[in-house]
């Protein structure tokens, strides 16, 4: 054998550590040691890991989808407040296309942010809970939109569907009595102190 040559050993380490190195594999047989070993999953409770299915579930209700809602869940839940990439792909067990796209949307929601840590490359997520009263005013901001296109729609419907145009009406008095409502129980609720 040539000195460029491996040994029928060396290429079999070789295979084993790029499966390993792509998640093809859990396990290096030959050294024993296990992927899980070497993961960056975050260390949960039986009660932290079920409400992330919980709140999940409820998010995915919303307008997330399962991916979106889980990390959410987990920024939420995890005991510390800044999380990897790696962290919430480990923990969640998801690929790292689904978590990225999935943060990526996040992202652009804002319903997560990052930071970077001087001399660390790494990004660190967490969940926007510090800006919930701007969420919130935008909330009311989209209901207003909404309200305007109800009124559009109850303007174009025919005077013939009569029982389905009282229901629109019906909605559109409530969510005006909401609009009334909301700021100014946002406005108590910010004098209580």
């Given at each position: ?26 396990t290096l047989p030959l050294c024993g040691i296990k ?36 990390i959410v869940a987990l920024l939420m839940v995890a ?23 999935a943060v990526n949307k996040l992202l652009l929601l ?84």
């Open positions: 054998m040539g000195s460029g040559s491996k040994t029928y050993s060396e290429k079999i380490i070789t295979i084993f550590l790029v499966l390993y190195l792509q998640n093809q594999i859990n992927v899980k070993d070497m993961t960056n999953e975050i260390s949960l409770s039986e009660k932290q890991k079920e409400l992330i299915q919980i709140i999940g579930v409820s998010l995915e209700h919303t307008r997330f989808a399962p991916a979106e809602a889980r005991p510390q407040t800044e999380v990897t990439f790696d962290e919430i792909r480990d923990t969640l067990g998801i690929s790292k296309s689904a978590t990225s796209n804002g319903e997560v942010e990052y930071i970077t840590k001087h001399g660390d490359r790494k990004r660190y997520f967490r969940y926007t809970v510090q800006n919930w009263k701007e969420k919130t005013k935008k909330a009311f901001q989209d209901l207003n939109s909404m309200q305007k296109i109800m009124r559009q729609v109850l303007e174009s419907r025919p005077g013939s569907t009569t029982e389905f145009n009282q229901a629109l009406r019906d909605q559109l008095d409530f969510m005006d009595y909401v609009m009334t409502q909301l700021p100014i129980l946002f406005e108590k609720w910010s004098n209580k102190e």
